[in-house]
């Protein structure tokens, strides 16, 4: 699997990739992915058939599903019916999918923050790997930040090493490639762009975002989660336990102090203050809302201002 740019766009749900982005990213030459979490099985077979058409069945289109869900093992084998180019899988990791993935020939990805689990999953079937710093949006499964546990990974497995987690330039891709990865995942740069599927209030929040204006709040998920500050984040931050209108059931295990899929829908429907806005950790340094192609264009050209020597004398 070689794309034009080794820019892997990251899964964000609720709703936040679907078709629209994931399509834009596979036209600019990256790999794009659909978010399996929040919509129904339907839905994603859908966004899957749309991205297709709207990239003329070229460019490569894969899905994330997370394995905290309970409609994980279904949404997964929907996604390989569909013949997606990948499946990337964080929040845990599960034997089967790989098995699954052997069954109906799709590369699955395990979404690690450690050597240790890049290897157990390499050794279980991974096709490629994608590590996550603490840098990066939504749940974390670590503390510590991308570039110091980048090259224990790639010092650990032989198969592809993705770079995630406050990727947000060509200097960043030209970094991680030089520790050896193989490229890179952006989700929070994607969020501010045109073709996002998400309302323009949630776009608008990245880019207004300041210095400092991201935390990490502990989901029902039971992991921490990068969003940026706002009223919602405050109150359960505090440890509130908040008043559910609608339990969806969605998580094999759930601490049930609030509904993190529901806050999740409020957010995605433009709701920015009462919902979770998850995002990376440099969100402000996004100062525009840009068409993913000029994205591309402009993190490819400082990567390779980046690699080409200053010329002598």
Same mark, same amino acid.
């Given at each position: 699997?070689?794309?034009?740019?080794?820019?892997?766009?990251?899964?964000?749900?609720?709703?936040?990739?679907?078709?629209?982005?994931?399509?834009?990213?596979?036209?600019?030459?990256? /790999?794009?992915?659909?978010?399996?979490?929040?919509? +129904?099985?339907?839905?994603?077979?859908?966004?899957?058939?749309?991205?297709?058409?709207?990239?003329?069945?070229?460019?490569?289109?894969?899905?994330?599903?997370?394995?905290?869900?309970?409609?994980?093992?279904?949404?997964?084998? $929907?996604?390989?019916?569909?013949?997606?180019? %990948?499946?990337?899988?964080?929040?845990?990791?599960?034997r089967d999918m790989?098995?699954?993935?052997?069954?109906?020939?799709?590369?699955?990805?395990?979404?690690? +923050?450690?050597?240790?689990?890049?290897?157990? +999953? #390499?050794?279980?079937? $991974?096709?490629?790997?994608?590590? @996550?710093?603490?840098?990066?949006?939504?749940?974390?499964?670590?503390?510590?930040?991308?570039? @110091?546990?980048?090259?224990?990974?790639?010092?650990?497995?032989?198969?592809?090493?993705?770079?995630?987690?406050?990727?947000?330039?060509?200097?960043?891709?030209?970094?991680?490639?030089?520790?050896?990865?193989?490229?890179?995942?952006?989700?929070?740069?994607?969020?501010?762009?045109?073709?996002?599927?998400?309302?323009?209030?949630?776009?608008?929040?990245?880019?207004?975002?300041? @210095?400092?204006?991201?935390?990490?709040?502990?989901?029902?998920?039971?992991?921490?989660?990068?969003?940026?500050?706002? *009223? %919602?984040?405050? *109150? /359960? +931050?505090?440890?509130?336990?908040?008043k559910i209108d609608?339990?969806?059931?969605?998580?094999?295990?759930?601490?049930?102090? %609030?509904?993190?899929?529901?806050?999740?829908?409020?957010?995605?429907?433009?709701?920015? #203050?009462?919902?979770?806005?998850?995002?990376? $950790?440099?969100?402000? @340094? /996004?100062?525009?809302?840009?068409?993913?192609?000029?994205?591309?264009?402009?993190?490819?050209?400082?990567?390779?201002?980046? /690699?080409?020597?200053?010329?002598?004398?």
């Amino acid at each position: 699997m070689k794309p034009k740019v080794p820019i892997l766009q990251g899964g964000m749900g609720v709703g936040i990739s679907l078709s629209k982005l994931a399509a834009a990213v596979a036209n600019a030459g990256g /790999i794009g992915t659909i978010s399996g979490t929040g919509i +129904s099985v339907e839905e994603l077979r859908y966004h899957i058939r749309k991205a297709r058409e709207l990239t003329n069945h070229t460019g490569y289109i894969g899905v994330n599903v997370l394995f905290a869900m309970n409609d994980f093992a279904e949404k997964m084998k $929907a996604a390989m019916e569909e013949k997606v180019d %990948f499946i990337v899988s964080g929040a845990g990791i599960s034997r089967d999918m790989y098995a699954w993935g052997r069954e109906y020939g799709v590369p699955v990805i395990s979404i690690v +923050s450690s050597a240790k689990l890049a290897r157990l +999953s #390499e050794r279980l079937g $991974a096709a490629a790997v994608v590590v @996550e710093g603490n840098e990066a949006g939504g749940h974390l499964g670590t503390d510590r930040p991308l570039f @110091e546990i980048l090259p224990e990974v790639t010092a650990a497995v032989k198969i592809p090493v993705i770079a995630a987690g406050g990727i947000l330039t060509g200097k960043d891709l030209a970094k991680a490639k030089s520790l050896g990865a193989s490229g890179v995942q952006l989700g929070t740069r994607f969020v501010a762009s045109e073709e996002c599927d998400a309302p323009i209030a949630f776009k608008q929040k990245y880019v207004d975002a300041k @210095e400092g204006d991201t935390h990490l709040v502990k989901t029902t998920v039971g992991l921490q989660g990068r969003a940026i500050k706002n *009223r %919602f984040s405050s *109150r /359960i +931050s505090q440890g509130n336990r908040l008043k559910i209108d609608k339990c969806h059931d969605c998580l094999k295990n759930c601490s049930y102090q %609030f509904c993190t899929l529901d806050s999740l829908y409020r957010s995605m429907n433009g709701d920015v #203050e009462d919902g979770l806005v998850f995002s990376g $950790a440099r969100v402000h @340094e /996004i100062k525009s809302i840009l068409p993913v192609k000029e994205i591309i264009g402009q993190l490819m050209k400082e990567y390779h201002e980046s /690699i080409t020597p200053a010329p002598v004398g």
